[in-house]
């Protein structure tokens, strides 16, 4: 059966979430490939709404398997924290699988990320100071901590002092803040351990074999193409893949086997944080977008920029993702 691709096609915010929702009723597994935190995903089902940041919108849809991905950076206090927030609205959580190559988020990735926002002053990226470039530099220096080092207290430990002998001087030296401590961080890191133990797999393993089973598989996005790090305005970019590529290296699934590239797009546009943005609006008619469309941040709760729509960024992704189809969402807000 097909793999599925539901990504943003534009700058992120696109109503991935509610796409989502609307086929959740009809694939078997919704994965999310990328990013971390730093998203946000709004569901409403009925007269409840749901904002989701690290969890899969299938989590949900009571016959889904909700899967996060090795392309993943996971927080695993904010995801343990969203988790317990779902699980107390009576949502069941147990069915969610994590991989255990998704790498960690860690107290010294988000101070750093947020002590050098401040240090760049104008030039600002206009992060979410969540520590999710930081995770992903680490992967790509190769000195990341992963979901299943959690499970070996002395790779653990190790992997924490190796990073820390560095962060620390630059966090001392250069920004002149204190350090962090490596005991802490390795204790406050065991517990998560056996929390997420349960969870933990070969999630690649197990979404090749579901498709060797006949089950459908659905792809989820978060950000948007023009957000993408390779693809996207950079540097005004996120620190990862949210494009139709990502999906397969996020998720250990190969490209012969996706079927169904789906770009979601607003009637409109938006953007949060800085970067070009050609459609921009500065008028009423800017205003009125932001507020008849509810245009605040899910992660952030910063108001979104607002403009026209943009129809060369549409083409763009087409190209990029090899869309095979759009999802348009708030034509009602026109």
Known sequence: MPAIVLLGAQWGDEGKGKATDLLGDRVDYVVRYQGGNNAGHTVVIGDQKYALHLLPSGILSPNVVPVIGNGVVIDPGVLLQEIKG????????????????????????????????????????????????????????????????????????????????????????????????????????????????????????????????GKTVLLEGSQGTLLDVDHGTYPFVTS?????????????????????????????????????????????????????????GVTTGRPRRCGWYDAPIARYAVRVNGLTDFFLTKLDVL
Not at 169 to 189: A, C, G, P, S, T
Not at 256 to 280: D, W
Not at 289 to 296: A, D, H, K, M, Q
């Open 86 to 213: 779902l699980t107390e609205r009576g949502i069941d959580c147990s069915k969610l699988v994590i991989s255990s190559n998704a790498h960690l988020i860690t107290p010294y990735h988000r101070t750093i990320d947020k002590v050098t926002e401040r240090f760049l002053g104008n030039s600002k990226i206009g992060t979410t100071g969540r520590g999710i470039g930081p995770a992903y530099a680490d992967k790509i220096n190769r000195i990341g901590i992963r979901v299943q080092d959690l499970f070996d207290p002395s790779i653990l430990r190790q992997k924490i002092e190796s990073a820390l002998r560095d962060k620390n001087q630059v966090l001392i030296k250069v920004f002149n803040r204190k350090n962090i401590d490596v005991d802490e961080v390795l204790k406050e890191y065991l517990e998560y351990a056996e929390i997420l133990r349960p969870y933990v797999t070969d999630t690649g393993l197990l979404l090749n074999k579901a498709l060797e089973a």
């Open 240 to 296: 990862s893949n949210p494009t139709a590529g990502g999906a397969c290296t996020g998720s250990g699934i190969g490209p012969t086997k996706i079927t169904t590239v789906i770009g979601i797009i607003k009637a409109y546009t938006t953007r949060v944080g800085s970067g070009p943005f050609p459609t921009e609006l500065f008028d009423e008619d800017g205003e009125k977008l932001r507020t008849i469309g509810g245009e605040v």
